[in-house]
């Protein structure tokens, strides 16, 4: 637990999640029905969304199959997560945490979707991630008026590596998710701005 010390309570489910994923789908990959595993109900396949599979778009977002792909996706996304957590404890709540990172990952999958031929499988938690990052850049920006370099920096850094160092990466869900996430990130700085402000104005020792 010590290696953990550094990371948030959310930033640990998350870890887990993404670790459970993989070993779920795992275990799916070797159950089949009519010849069919079984992880493919649970991965994005755009042929099946366009059939009415949507929560597909979610479920991808965690459950990984059994693959050597698979296997490097849950590393590099889990250890993202270990790295950057800390930037991220003083931008989001709890609750704020988990949707969202569901909700930029759900939209970067849907982009996927959009962009991509009806061919294409893939899963895996980076544009969720991308979302939380990229939400806490633009949080820095609405709150303080300026830009945080260092988050910046480690947001460039962990998106142009991990979306063009490698084939079979999914582009429009790194960057879906990168998108909402700015959204997201600039209206909770702008709200709690003005409960800071409101607060100093009245006299206020913090803000709700």
Do not use: C
Not at 86 to 99: A, M, T
Not at 100 to 116: A, D, K, R
Request: glycine share 12%; no cysteine; aromatic share 22%.
């Amino acid at each position: 637990m010590y290696a953990f010390s550094r990371v948030s309570k959310q930033g640990r489910y998350l870890i887990y999640a993404i670790i459970g994923g993989f070993i779920i789908g795992s275990a799916l990959s070797f159950v089949a029905i009519n010849g069919i595993p079984l992880v493919l109900f649970f991965v994005q396949s755009n042929a099946d969304v366009a059939r009415g599979f949507i929560w597909e778009l979610f479920t991808s977002i965690i459950i990984v199959p059994w693959s050597g792909l698979g296997l490097i996706d849950v590393f590099f996304n889990a250890l993202a997560v270990y790295f950057v957590d800390p930037l991220l404890s003083s931008v989001y709540s709890e609750r704020q945490y988990y949707l969202t990172f569901l909700l930029t990952g759900f939209f970067g999958n849907l982009l996927s979707f959009v962009f991509y031929s009806s061919q294409i499988v893939s899963f895996g938690a980076s544009g969720g991630i991308f979302g939380l990052i990229a939400g806490a850049v633009s949080y820095d920006y609405a709150f303080n008026k300026r830009v945080n370099m260092n988050l910046l920096g480690w947001f460039l850094f962990v998106f142009v590596f991990s979306t063009f160092s490698a084939r079979n990466i999914d582009v429009f869900a790194h960057l879906g998710g990168s998108l909402l996430g700015i959204g997201i990130g600039y209206y909770l700085g702008s709200t709690n701005r003005k409960k800071y402000l409101r607060g100093a104005y009245y006299g206020w020792s913090s803000y709700p």
